[in-house]
């Protein structure tokens, strides 16, 4: 390209540009062109490639981004919430700002942190009342050695027995309402001192009222198992059973009878088939049962595998085991001598049983039935012969007999005929606790299927002697949960339910001094459980249950009947319904708790009780009304002048604290005035001071000044005159701490009604008065102000706030 042709092309471009108007021209020498790229390069290789990207893309939006980061430079985050450091100048202004700045700031930093240690705190106390209840679930369903496990407070609830006291509906179902009937009935028996009747016989008949034949085979399994000679008092209930037979004997003939029941039910269901005749006794009865049960089946087979013979027709073994099944070991021996010879030695055991039932068999005979056993019999075919030398002879514990043991009954009645006393030979026998061992541990619940069937896991427990571990399984379900309450209750009073060394320990515990695989039961623990539920609607059902427990102390040797009387009280506030009102004569009437009166239950021990507990929560208005229903009149009506301290100063209000602490007051007044009173003197004058200076007040704040002024010239508080400053003073050094807490308030009412009879007095409306009878008022009135705040500076007490500053300023008023 030629310089004529570039020359040409520039011309054009200069041309086209000025022609443009959307851009400006520039006019730049190449120096100038030079320069600015130099520039340009320099400060793209200053603040970097990413610098430079930034400013292109703020650029295009018209941000200019040097002079906003100049900007931010001036900034200063010194002002916002860090501390102030304070400046070392002679600017007061500065300095102040500084200050309150960082006032400001220390306030705020203070209550951030506060803040969040008051959510801190929260959040733990409710994380730990959760958990407390999740451990209060665990520990009841706990089976483990006994330690000190923490302790479960109840919580409160009245009812049919007194559906007058209490509004608000029962609680109770019917069955609950049903079992508390009968439970107030007792307890007013033991109240009365009349005989004890039985409760297990008591309960047993409400139960049938139920038409439940579960819960009356419970009821008639206790009526068994507690028909025994009672232990003494002094020894422990579960040693006593372990070493008592009659429990084996109970739960056997329970069984028995069960069977002859079942026998007969059968039998009465195919009357013509059993072909019943004769003279009515266990053995037609037997014989009638065995000829059902062979009969069904083929007639070709319906003796297979049975052996020795028959009796009238039926199999000899059968015959003999379902006479002892039945209990009746006469009509087992009648069928073996009915055989014929060939079983001399099982007939001779069988006699000795019969001559003298309940002791133990001639070693002799019983090791020749165990040898033909170990030889012949073991190996037999005949199931029945098996599982009666067995028996007899207490032969190989470990057999479970299926073929014959078709349940848990026949399985359970077979295992208590094996045991045995200890004994001294080397020869294998099962005793009582290996029963129970394999019933509780090896077998189980599941074995049994509980959950499902948990009435007969029950019945299984109980046969075996295992009450404790029994209740505790029932209660877990809430239809048997009212009967294993009520069973525990039955038991405890026969001094038959062992109980724990400690009263914090988990519902069922071990004890490592027991023998196994025994429980003991909390029974404390089982009856507060279940009266939690209706405490609050029938607190007087709550104390007769409550009532059970008055032979137990807690860990600090209380009544365990008042402890949970006053743990009642606290939660449902009914104290007239539990401990009665005080009537103005001094005599509290009757409440709840006066019908268990004794030598070990005082209803007014229970109201000092509830009112420490008050103090120690701070609700001295509560604790005011318990100890005055204890008779403890130092102490009520020291928390009286405590709390009149705080309010007295206060205009009276309808339903506030300190018009229900004037009426209380009053009351006191009333019913102490002439009577012995069992205060110290300085708590009836502190409290006599201070209902002085609740009328002072309510005269006050109702402008009736004159009569306020004439109580204090009774009391002698503070002075109104010079001339009294001194003895107000020296009366001051012997107030109680209540009352010196109100003198800063009655100077200050004082100084008012002098300061509004000194504006009075200089208003228009004084024309009576002439100008020297005016003035000698005017001085009268600054002079009580003098006194008056000379008094606020001489006493030895720390006004507080800006009290004498108010004086001495209402003061200079006046002059």
Not at 759 to 784: C, M, P, T
Request: hydrophobic fraction near 40%.
């Amino acid at each position: 390209m030629d310089f004529s042709a570039l020359l040409q092309q520039a011309q054009k471009l200069t041309h086209e540009t000025q022609v443009s108007d959307d851009l400006p021209r520039v006019e730049r020498t190449l120096p100038q062109v030079l320069q600015a790229t130099q520039e340009l390069h320099s400060r793209v290789s200053q603040t970097g490639a990413q610098d430079m990207q930034a400013h292109i893309l703020l650029g295009h939006k018209g941000i200019d981004l040097p002079k906003i980061s100049q900007k931010l430079e001036t900034l200063s985050s010194r002002k916002t919430f860090e501390p102030l450091d304070p400046i070392s100048t002679t600017d007061i202004q500065s300095f102040l700002r500084n200050e309150k700045e960082n006032a400001i700031l220390s306030v705020i930093e203070e209550v951030h942190k506060n803040s969040f240690q008051a959510a801190q705190n929260a959040k733990w106390e409710h994380t730990m009342n959760d958990w407390k209840l999740e451990k209060v679930k665990l520990m009841n369903a706990l089976i483990g050695p006994s330690q000190n496990w923490i302790d479960i407070r109840k919580g409160p609830e009245q009812t049919i027995l007194n559906e007058s006291t209490f509004g608000g509906r029962s609680s109770l179902n019917n069955q609950e309402m049903a079992y508390a009937r009968e439970v107030y009935e007792y307890n007013k028996l033991i109240n009365e001192g009349a005989m004890r009747p039985s409760l297990v016989q008591r309960f047993a008949q409400v139960a049938d009222g139920f038409n439940d034949s579960k819960v009356s085979d419970i009821w008639e399994i206790m009526k068994y198992m507690t028909n025994v000679t009672p232990s003494p008092r002094t020894q422990d209930p579960l040693r006593a059973r372990c070493t008592q037979t009659q429990f084996i004997e109970q739960a056997k003939r329970y069984l028995e009878n069960r069977y002859k029941l079942f026998m007969q039910t059968v039998i009465a269901e195919h009357l013509r088939d059993a072909q019943r005749g004769g003279i009515p006794s266990i053995l037609n009865l037997v014989g009638s049962f065995v000829g059902l049960k062979f009969a069904n089946q083929n007639q070709n087979s319906s003796f297979i595998g049975l052996q020795d013979g028959h009796v009238d027709g039926k199999p000899l073994w059968p015959m003999v085991y379902y006479c002892l099944r039945c209990g009746d070991i006469a009509s087992a021996l009648k069928c073996m001598q009915m055989a014929g010879p060939g079983h001399d030695d099982f007939i001779a055991v069988l006699e000795e049983k019969c001559r003298n039932p309940g002791q133990k068999i001639n070693p002799k005979l019983e090791l020749q039935i165990r040898m033909q056993y170990k030889r012949q019999i073991r190996n037999a075919i005949d199931p029945y012969k098996r599982v009666v030398y067995c028996i007899i002879g207490c032969c190989d514990i470990q057999e479970q007999h299926p073929e014959v043991a078709k349940s848990s009954d026949d399985f359970l009645w077979i295992q208590l005929s094996l045991i045995r006393p200890e004994s001294d030979d080397n020869s294998e026998h099962l005793t009582y606790s290996g029963l129970q061992a394999v019933i509780l541990e090896q077998y189980g619940e599941r074995h049994f299927n509980a959950t499902e069937q948990p009435h007969l896991y029950y019945q299984v427990l109980a046969l075996t002697g295992q009450f404790e571990a029994g209740i505790e399984f029932l209660s877990r379900f809430d239809k048997f949960r009212a009967h294993a309450v009520h069973i525990a209750l039955a038991l405890s009073e026969l001094h038959m339910i062992g109980g724990p060394r400690n009263l914090q320990e988990p519902l069922l515990s071990v004890d490592i001094e027991d023998p196994q695989p025994m429980r003991r039961l909390n029974i404390a623990r089982l009856i507060m459980l279940y009266v939690k539920k209706f405490e609050i609607t029938d607190p007087a059902e709550a104390l007769q249950y409550f009532f059970f427990l008055r032979n137990l102390r807690d860990s600090d040797g209380r009544n365990l009947f008042l402890v949970c009387v006053s743990d009642l009280a606290i939660e449902c506030r009914d104290f007239d319904l539990l401990f009665g009102k005080m009537q103005r004569d001094g005599i509290r009437s009757r409440g709840l708790i006066d019908q268990f009166e004794s030598s070990q239950i005082d209803a007014k021990m229970a109201c000092e009780m509830i009112a420490e507990e008050f103090v120690r929560k701070g609700m001295f208005e509560d604790a005011i009304r318990l100890f005055d229903l204890a008779g403890i009149h130092e102490q009520a009506l020291r928390y009286t002048s405590i709390l009149l301290s705080q309010v007295v100063h206060q205009a009276n209000k309808p339903g506030s604290l300190r018009e229900r602490l004037q009426r209380m007051a009053l009351e006191f007044t009333e019913r102490y005035a002439g009577a012995e009173k069992n205060c110290d003197p300085p708590t009836w004058s502190t409290f006599t001071l201070l209902k002085e200076l609740m009328i002072f007040f309510d005269q006050y704040h109702c402008k009736n000044y004159q009569p306020a002024l004439e109580v204090l010239e009774r009391t002698k508080l503070v002075p109104l005159k010079m001339q009294d400053l001194e003895a107000c003073v020296h009366n001051f050094k012997r107030l109680g701490g209540e009352v010196c807490k109100v003198i800063p308030d009655l100077l200050l009412a004082t100084m008012d009604i002098a300061y509004c009879k000194y504006k009075a007095l200089r208003g228009k409306d004084v024309a009576k008065f002439d100008d020297a009878g005016r003035e000698q008022q005017l001085n009268y009135l600054r002079e009580q102000a003098k006194a008056l705040t000379n008094m606020a500076a001489t006493v030895p007490y720390r006004m507080p706030g800006d009290t004498n500053n108010r004086l001495v300023q209402t003061e200079i008023l006046m002059h």
